[in-house]
Structures are given as structure tokens and as C-alpha cells.
């Protein structure tokens, strides 16, 4: 079973960037993972932001992120990114990365993340 573990979150002020990284380890070769990240505000429900195909060759976004976020992965590190630039307070959540054996983008996924704290300042 893979294992992942975010990193990257913090605090920023609006209009500011971070990046984040997920770490992958265990189960099967990372190419075999199609990869997203998903974010949870206060109160809300968990949300889609982005997804990578399995070569790094596809990629998805919500509308809400798009032209802000940039995803990436690197399979010879076992890494994927989610680099996020022009924040806004709205983009305020715990952001997780998530694997999926299944398919890519707007998908059931199987494995996840422990989380990351993102909280952008007015």
C-alpha cells in the first residue's frame, strides 16, 4: 500500500505562492498512481483542485485554481507538487494528495495524505 506525506503548507499573504510536495512510498511503482490533490476549509466539504496523469502528461484543474495552481510529478523522486501562485484567502484549507489505482482527474481515490495547512492572510 503507498504511504504519502505532504509538505510545503504554511503561512503566506494574499497574492503570495507556496508549493507544495507529496512524497510517495511503498506499493507500487509511483508511475502506476494517477495523483490529485484535494482541500478541505473549515466547515466545508472536501474539494477537488488538481490532477496529474500517470506520466505527468495530463493534467486537470477546477475551475476555481485554474491559471493559479500548477501540478507536476517526478517519477524517478516519487514526488508530486502542486505549486500554487496568486493566493487568495478563499484558498484557505488543508490540502491532501491522494493516489488513485483506479483512473485520473475527478476520480475515486484510494490512498491519502495526512494533510498539509495552507492559510493565506488578507
Known amino acids: 500500500q503507498v504511504q504519502l506525506v505532504e509538505s510545503g503548507g504554511g503561512l503566506v499573504q494574499a497574492g503570495g505562492s507556496l508549493r507544495l510536495s507529496c512524497a510517495a512510498s511503498?506499493?507500487?511503482?509511483?508511475?502506476?498512481?494517477?495523483m490529485g490533490w484535494f482541500r478541505q476549509a473549515p466547515g466545508k466539504e472536501r474539494e477537488y483542485v488538481a490532477a496529474?496523469?500517470?506520466?505527468?502528461?495530463?493534467?486537470d484543474y477546477a475551475d476555481s485554481v485554474k491559471g493559479r495552481f500548477t501540478v507536476s510529478r517526478d517519477n524517478a523522486k516519487n514526488t508530486v507538487h502542486l505549486q500554487m501562485n496568486s493566493l487568495k484567502p478563499e484558498d484557505t484549507a488543508v490540502y491532501y494528495c491522494?493516489?488513485?489505482?483506479?483512473?485520473?482527474?475527478?476520480?475515486?481515490?484510494?490512498?491519502w495524505g495526512q494533510g498539509t495547512q495552507v492559510t493565506v492572510s488578507s
Open positions: 511503498g506499493g507500487r511503482t509511483f508511475s502506476y498512481y494517477a
Open positions: 491522494a493516489a488513485s489505482d483506479r483512473g485520473w482527474g475527478k476520480v475515486d481515490y484510494d490512498y
Open positions: 496529474v496523469s500517470w506520466s505527468g502528461g495530463a493534467t
